[in-house]
């Protein structure tokens, strides 16, 4: 009984509830600026935000609630198919959640723990403008990989820089279709800011109840 009430206070004083912003760049891999010889990212570079929800488990584990907006585009040039488009632009709304494992024990708003490098995955679904449709909206399903760094700004305050790319179960991103491009290629999307994140609901000092 003893064990189980100090397992279950350690497990209290971990958990702790963040709400937070995130604004950056998006970019796009795909038949416009292909894997294997992928462009200069910063060419077409598109603006993302949006808001998160994150549940810390442990100083360890955390989960986390995505909706994030981003531009995406593209040119011919930098391609080495033959496409029929000349250029693309196109939006990508995300509903995603994730997993965070931190490298370095971590507890928001503990002074102690005060900074970890991060890595992260999950799985989500966005909707996307198909850009040779007029602005017909598709849904597809994403994989999210990436990493993070984030740390305390004050006791109640985190910031944070993350970068995460998203592969995705379609090859029309950037309008063009299957006969086009290289069709065994799925497209890609990724985004990369910074994290801002206040702790509103804190158990840190929960009492057991047994």
């Not at 198909?130 to 597809?140: G, T, V």
Request: aromatic share 12%.
């Amino acid at each position: 009984m003893l064990m189980f009430v100090l397992l279950s206070s350690q497990r209290l004083a971990a958990q702790t509830y963040e709400a937070g912003l995130f604004a950056g760049g998006s970019t796009y891999i795909g038949d416009f600026n292909p894997y294997d010889k992928p462009a200069d990212l910063r060419r077409n570079p598109g603006l993302s935000a949006g808001g998160f929800f994150r549940f810390n488990l442990s100083p360890h584990i955390a989960f986390r609630l995505n909706l994030l907006h981003g531009q995406i585009s593209g040119t011919a040039e930098d391609s080495p198919y033959p496409l029929s488009l000349s250029q693309f632009e196109s939006s990508v709304t995300e509903l995603s959640a994730q997993a965070e494992v931190n490298f370095l024990a971590y507890t928001a708003g503990d002074r102690d723990s005060f900074f970890t490098p991060y890595l992260f995955g999950g799985t989500g679904g966005f909707v996307f403008a198909h850009p040779s449709k007029d602005e017909i909206k598709l849904r597809r399903l994403s994989y999210l990989l990436g990493v993070g760094i984030k740390q305390h700004i004050s006791s109640a305050i985190t910031g944070g820089l993350e970068a995460g790319m998203r592969s995705t179960t379609t090859n029309q991103l950037d309008g063009i279709f299957p006969e086009e491009g290289n069709p065994k290629k799925n497209d890609w999307y990724s985004f990369a800011g910074l994290t801002l994140t206040i702790r509103f609901k804190d158990r840190s000092r929960a009492v057991c109840p047994y």
